[in-house]
């Protein structure tokens, strides 16, 4: 080839070469731009599920955050990933709240008491005399049924099987015990109690049994059988209750109470092993109207009563209390909360009134946001006992 021609190929060579390079350069960059992005997003996910697992496991930070809703919350230590710190935060978000319904027929006053009847119905006997209620949750309205066989009184109970009876202890210093059929509108007398009931007494019922705190300034736990219409003393709660006692059953063999009497006792029964234990203090004392409910997860929900608006939730995992929204009105004597299958629970406010209210009981959310080098992600959780949901993930 001649020296012309050779050049000439040469030349055309390196035109063909040089944007070859050129564009394999520009690969790389935006390879390794691509890369680093990738490194960014995979500390950012790292510290979000860090921010899930605080939540999650560590007890007193959810508390701290529970505290503070709508206020994010630094979740520490600290963590690098990648050549990254970023910083995650967390917030509580307010999904709770109360809604003012019908109200009942008449004043609830020293006796009142509410319970779930399953499907569409709650019931309440209003205190103080023979009054027995049903409220529809549908339809938001009450209607009257059969009276109770006598008066009730402070100390008067009521729990449901769920099935087809409520059970009901009528207080004031009596040993009266009744059944009501649902189906068949109708009272029944069953055995007495082993001693007199009065302020603080509570039912609850579990797999065949009525479990009842006496109240009255005793410790006494006692179990009813069902199929034997009989009472059996059980293992003696902590401290002696009195006004404000509660009883709420929690699944798994396992009660939670409240002592009252201006006290700040809270407990765990287990059944099957008969045993008690202390748990941490409910965060304000506990007085006439002190109720509970379970919701179902991991929260009990708490009226403080002693003519408050103080209401509380508590977290079974984490054996911490936050405040919750305090209630409409003052809660006193006769104050009672149920939960009926679904987002609420309902509280009857006592305390010679006839407000009636329910809450909100969705499962606590949370927004997780981890941020470094100008990228953010932000994730939505909800937390309901042990399981954690993702409700969105936002990438920006």
């Avoid at 109360?98 to 209003?126: C, E, H, I, K």
Wanted: zero cysteines.
């Amino acid at each position: 080839m001649s020296l012309p021609a050779t050049l000439i190929a040469f030349a055309v060579g390196l035109l063909l070469i040089v944007p070859l390079l050129s564009s394999s350069s520009t690969g790389l960059l935006r390879t390794r731009a691509a890369d680093q992005a990738l490194l960014q997003q995979y500390a950012l996910d790292a510290g979000v599920e860090y921010g899930i697992w605080k939540l999650r496991y560590d007890g007193a930070f959810r508390a701290s955050v529970d505290a503070t809703p709508m206020t994010p919350v630094t979740v520490s230590p600290g963590m690098t990933l990648n050549g990254l710190s970023p910083t995650v935060t967390a917030t509580a978000l307010t999904t709770s709240g109360w809604d003012s319904l019908a109200q009942t027929p008449a004043n609830a006053v020293a006796g009142a008491a509410m319970a779930y009847g399953g499907g569409d119905y709650l019931f309440a006997m209003r205190g103080s005399n023979l009054d027995f209620w049903r409220y529809s949750i549908s339809g938001n309205s009450w209607t009257l049924r059969t009276d109770s066989p006598a008066d009730t009184a402070n100390g008067a109970a009521l729990t449901w099987d769920g099935g087809n009876y409520l059970y009901a202890l009528r207080g004031g210093d009596n040993r009266t015990f009744w059944r009501y059929s649902i189906p068949g509108n109708s009272w029944s007398t069953m055995a007495n109690t082993p001693q007199r009931v009065r302020n603080g007494s509570a039912l609850a019922y579990a797999g065949g049994y009525v479990y009842a705190l006496r109240g009255d300034n005793n410790p006494d736990l006692w179990r009813y059988s069902v199929a034997g219409d009989s009472w059996a003393s059980r293992a003696d709660a902590p401290n002696d209750v009195r006004n404000g006692g509660a009883l709420v059953y929690a699944g798994s063999n396992t009660f939670y109470a409240l002592q009252g009497d201006g006290q700040t006792g809270f407990w765990r029964y287990n059944s099957a092993g008969n045993t008690w234990t202390v748990l941490t203090d409910i965060p304000a004392s506990v007085d006439d109207g002190g109720a509970l409910a379970y919701s179902g997860g991991d929260f009990v929900y708490a009226f403080r009563g002693n003519n408050s608006t103080g209401f509380y939730r508590y977290s079974i995992l984490a054996d911490s209390w936050s405040a919750d929204d305090n209630a409409p009105g003052t809660v006193d004597v006769g104050g009672s909360l149920a939960y009926a299958n679904g987002d609420y629970v309902y509280g009857l406010r006592g305390d010679t009134s006839r407000a009636f209210w329910r809450h909100s009981a969705v499962p606590p959310r949370y927004d997780i946001v981890a941020q470094a080098s100008g990228r953010t992600t932000t994730v939505r959780i909800q937390i309901s006992g042990s399981t954690v949901t993702i409700l969105w993930w936002d990438v920006q």
